[in-house]
């Protein structure tokens, strides 16, 4: 037999404090052999499965999704999805944290409306980013369930092989798995609960052992993301299997462990306010070292087109610095205008966001880079003996490849910085030392001092003195006596 299972979904994450609304063109869009053909997708095939490619639109965390973009996209999914049917499985990849205008929960209207359309026999399987935010309704759509269990994420293809994989499991067995979850009322930034350090570090590791549990498939620990201001971002341990009361168990474990160490999560680097990190660079003798801007980090959900370093930066009359990158499109035009080697005036920052701090500077064309697209287009210029990348749209510098594209070695540099906040996996061995500043921006670290009017309180550490108890609730499709 031959199964027919259709792939899609949509993966953003989305900053409601940020101005500058994400569209259409923002997204990468995948269908039919695109999708089949993607590398994201290439676990896809196998001997009894006839995978059917829907759509799948992804983008850099940013702003809030335009109602009109995503509008767009939920009414080509569901026409594909519609034309796809009969079906015996439906997969969703999705991110889990966006935020669209005027809508709550949109991952929760972008499932309910597949589910409306394959029915109530078809399985449905999503997998999720750890800091996609997960309610009732959700769970309530879904047969199964799994999530990152690294942050940084290096296990994106497995969690999503996890998920296909239990997806194909149901369909061969028969096995009907239920999905259980259990908020937590903890919020944290990333950059505090990072894998890597402790306590997330164990928490992470202890999730496997639940799965070996007879009647739990896969045990995940959320979360959330922080910096929406809407009623459902919490954390949550979420639970697929095929015992209810063993997941409902799993999920209350999962749960108060991370209660029980909210108070002990901290930042992984050395961190501290932009001044105080550049006075430690000052002194540092090794090399690179790499200062994130954490603030303004576009993965994470900021605009990116923020000049609070460099301003910093050239105040201090830094020598020997990149910084990657700040996005204005504006400048890069002029840039490209002017050409390479130009000398001309140039206003950096403040591209997308008025509000955004920006300078005033004699800018030096180093180089510029034109892929195609003018969107894509780079310029790298000089300012003193500070170099900087201006991109055309939002983006991160977090790939080796980012810089050696450019003609900058990453490895040489007495200074780099990035907007980010933990360092990506590229960037993270080469550091020497790793410092991260607690700069201003959308996604400032600062969270207790986020605009919180919609989020649903008590919630840590917001408020910080309240009681717990843990209950986990089951997804109305699983049936239980």
């Not at 880079?369 to 000089?382: C, E, F, H, M, S």
């Not at 749209?393 to 910085?417: E, M, N, S, W």
């Amino acid at each position: 037999m031959t199964f027919r299972i259709a792939v899609g979904g949509i993966h953003t994450e989305c900053s409601t404090s940020s101005p500058v609304l994400m569209r259409t063109e923002d997204f990468r869009v995948m269908r039919g052999a695109d999708l089949l053909g993607a590398d994201y997708f290439s676990f896809l095939g196998a001997a009894d499965v006839e995978p059917l490619p829907l759509l799948h639109a992804r983008a850099v965390p940013g702003g809030p999704v335009s109602r009109v973009a995503y509008e767009s996209f939920k009414e080509e999914f569901l026409q594909l999805l519609k034309a796809s049917l009969p079906l015996d499985g439906l997969y969703l990849a999705m991110h889990g944290a966006m935020n669209v205008e005027g809508m709550d929960d949109a991952e929760g209207d972008w499932i309910s409306a597949a589910r409306a359309v394959v029915g109530p026999d078809c399985p449905v399987a999503a997998s999720y980013d750890l800091h996609g935010n997960v309610t009732q309704r959700i769970v309530d759509q879904l047969d199964i369930f799994a999530g990152y269990r690294t942050a940084p994420h290096i296990d994106v293809r497995e969690t999503m092989v996890r998920a296909w994989e239990m997806l194909l499991n149901t369909l061969a067995t028969g096995e009907k798995p239920g999905v259980a979850w259990a908020p937590i009322p903890v919020l944290l930034p990333g950059e505090r609960t990072s894998t890597e350090d402790e306590p997330a570090k164990s928490l992470y590791l202890k999730l496997p052992e639940h799965d070996q549990v007879p009647g739990i498939w896969d045990a995940n620990l959320m979360v959330g993301y922080v910096w929406a201001d809407e009623p459902r971002g919490t954390a949550c341990a979420v639970v697929t299997g095929t015992d209810a009361s063993a997941a409902r168990r799993a999920a209350v474990t999962i749960a108060q462990s991370y209660w029980d160490a909210r108070a002990d999560f901290r930042f992984g680097p050395v961190t501290g306010p932009l001044e105080a990190m550049l006075d430690i660079a000052e002194k540092t003798e090794t090399r690179p070292v790499i200062l994130a801007d954490s603030g303004d980090n576009p993965t994470g959900g900021g605009v990116g087109d923020r000049a609070d370093v460099l301003k910093a930066l050239i105040a201090r009359d830094w020598q020997d610095a990149v910084v990657g990158g700040i996005t204005d499109p504006v400048a890069v035009d002029l840039c490209f205008e002017a050409g390479e080697g130009a000398v001309l005036p140039l206003k950096v920052g403040g591209g997308l966001d008025p509000a955004s701090p920006f300078v005033d500077v004699m800018a030096t064309v180093i180089r510029l880079d034109n892929p195609g697209l003018p969107a894509d287009r780079q310029a790298v210029i000089g300012i003193g003996e500070v170099i900087v990348i201006l991109a055309a749209k939002r983006r991160p510098y977090h790939a080796i490849a980012d810089f050696t594209r450019l003609g900058i070695d990453p490895t040489r540099v007495r200074l780099l910085v990035v907007k980010s906040g933990y360092l990506s996996p590229e960037l993270q061995p080469i550091a020497n030392p790793n410092l991260m500043a607690l700069t201003d921006g959308v996604i400032n670290q600062d969270i207790e001092a986020l605009p919180s009017k919609r989020r649903l309180q008590p919630i840590y550490p917001f408020t910080r003195d309240f009681g717990y108890t843990p209950t986990a609730y089951l997804s109305s499709r699983w049936k239980v006596s």
